[in-house]
């Protein structure tokens, strides 16, 4: 059975940082490509990075590119995403995913971690 499960989130004010982690069971780790997506209220998940299954590629949103990085440690099968100069529009659920293929699309992502709540304040 795979499981992700997210930690890191919490109340930052802008400008602050967080680290987000995910940790995953229940799956061959290394052969995954790993994500993370958030959803505001009331609007739909979106993507925001993606790393390969190396760690050698990434990819990021508009939004997140140059404040975010994304990095995974496949002998402790976590994933990471690092937040720096955070702004009160990052405020949403973080959610941790794996994918078999290396897309930005939530539907080519095939498990999902629960979320952890990222709140920005101003």
């Known amino acids: 059975q795979v499981q992700l499960v997210e930690s890191g989130g919490g109340l930052v004010q802008a400008g602050g940082s967080l680290r987000l982690s995910c940790a995953a069971s229940?799956?061959?780790?290394?052969?995954?490509?790993m994500g993370w997506f958030r959803q505001a209220p009331g609007k739909e998940r979106e993507f925001v990075a993606i790393?390969?299954?190396?760690?050698?590629?990434?990819r990021y949103a508009d939004a997140a590119g140059g404040r975010f990085i994304i990095s995974r440690d496949n002998s402790k099968n976590t994933v990471s995403l690092q937040m720096n100069s955070l702004k009160p529009e990052d405020t949403a659920v973080y959610y941790c995913?794996?994918?078999?293929?290396?897309?930005?699309?939530?539907?080519?992502?095939?498990?999902w971690g629960q979320g952890t709540q990222v709140t920005v304040s101003s």
């Open positions: 995913a794996a994918s078999e293929t290396y897309g930005t699309r939530d539907t080519a992502f095939d498990a």
């Open positions: 790393i390969t299954w190396s760690g050698v590629g990434t």
């Open positions: 229940g799956l061959r780790f290394e052969n995954y490509a």
